[in-house]
């Protein structure tokens, strides 16, 4: 079922914003001047970033794959 143009958007500013987020999260992990403490709690929040961007990319694959197999058959087009 595809989604809307409205969720579409919100989820790729979702995103932009997260990739962005962990960018910021690696540079503040590269300072030497943080504690101990505010480096795993950066850390926390970067593995908690990844997992919500690999979920959202693993979507978008199957996504790309249901309308690809579809176009294909609609095509009546040979996969290579």
Avoid: H, W
Avoid at 15 to 36: A, G, Q, Y
Avoid at 50 to 77: F, G, H, N, P
Wanted: charged fraction near 40%.
């Amino acid at each position: 079922m595809p989604r809307s143009k409205k969720n579409t958007k919100k989820e790729q500013v979702d995103f932009d914003t997260s990739i962005n987020r962990l960018k910021d999260i690696v540079k503040m992990l590269e300072d030497e001047n943080i504690s101990i403490e505010q480096g795993l709690t950066l850390f926390k929040e970067g593995c908690d970033i990844i997992k919500k961007l690999k979920k959202y990319l693993q979507e978008a694959k199957q996504t790309v794959e249901i309308y690809s197999a579809d176009i294909i058959k609609e095509l009546d087009i040979e996969e290579f």
